[in-house]
């Protein structure tokens, strides 16, 4: 019964910001890894960012560092994607995702270790 909202996303310029966030109910939160992930059309899901059970520890894709930011709030059971100086190239559909296994602390950039999925949003940068 675990699930995943995200909202957020939207058309933006180049060099513009945008702050996705996603709402997790019906399952524990806190104890699990959170990522975010993206898919452009006719290209294959890719790792954007991830943020560890505890918050302590972020990991993020090269093409994105420097860029955005993942960030949760364990009480409201909310993870949040802030992503500024957009690109064109940013444009997907962003999913948040919740980890299988708690507590774990490696392969945070593997697809197949997140368990649960929300169904998206949508990031349109134009030119």
């Known amino acids: 019964q675990v699930q995943l909202v995200e909202s957020g996303g939207g058309l933006v310029q180049a060099g513009g910001s945008l702050r996705l966030s996603c709402a997790a109910s019906?399952?524990?939160?806190?104890?699990?890894?959170m990522a975010w992930f993206r898919q452009a059309p006719g290209k294959e899901r890719e790792f954007v960012a991830a943020?560890?059970?505890?918050?302590?520890?972020?990991y993020y894709a090269d093409s994105v560092k420097g860029r955005f930011t993942i960030s949760r709030d364990n009480a409201k059971a909310m993870v949040y994607l802030q992503m500024s100086s957009l690109k064109p190239e940013d444009t997907a559909v962003y999913y948040c995702?919740?980890?299988?296994?708690?507590?774990?602390?490696?392969?945070?950039?593997?697809?197949?270790?997140?368990?649960?999925w929300g169904q998206g949003t949508q990031v349109t940068v134009s030119s």
């Open positions: 995702a919740k980890r299988r296994r708690p507590y774990r602390n490696v392969d945070y950039d593997r697809e197949e270790e997140y368990d649960y």
């Open positions: 943020i560890g059970w505890n918050g302590g520890n972020t």
């Open positions: 019906g399952g524990p939160f806190s104890s699990h890894a």
